[in-house]
Nanobody
Framework: QVQLVESGGGSVQAGGSLRLSCAAS????????MGWFRQAPGKEREFVGV????????YYTESVKGRFTISRDYAKNTVYLQMNRLKPEDTAVYYC????????????????????WGQGTQVTVSS
């Protein structure tokens, strides 16, 4: 059974940093796209960023470019989201996602592109 377990959320003041972790179990995701979505209260779920697969590319939504970084530890089957210069508008529940297809190309910006989701972790940024 595949599980994605996020950790590292919390509360921080604007301008601060947090690092989210997502540990996958049940199968290897080395050659699969893994990324992050978020959902703020009263808003639709939003794509944050994705790393295609080992050796692939990383993409971010415009609002987080230059502030957020996705990295992966393939040995640990884990994906990270380093968030710097956080803003109050970054407040949301953050979800780790993974695509079951190996070497999958494409945009990966839609929720339907992913088969596995974590339970979410809350990030709150105060002004």
């Amino acid at each position: 059974q595949v599980q994605l377990v996020e950790s590292g959320g919390g509360s921080v003041q604007a301008g601060g940093s947090l690092r989210l972790s997502c540990a996958a179990s049940g199968r290897s995701f080395t050659n699969n796209a893994m990324g992050w979505f978020r959902q703020a209260p009263g808003k639709e779920r939003e794509f944050v960023g994705v790393n295609d697969w080992s050796g692939g590319s990383t993409y971010y939504t415009e609002s987080v470019k230059g502030r957020f970084t996705i990295s992966r530890d393939y040995a640990k089957n884990t994906v990270y989201l380093q968030m710097n210069r956080l803003k109050p508008e970054d407040t949301a529940v953050y979800y780790c996602v993974a695509d079951r297809r190996v070497y999958s190309s494409g945009s990966h910006v839609h929720a339907d592109d992913y088969d596995f989701w974590g339970q979410g972790t809350q990030v709150t940024v105060s002004s």
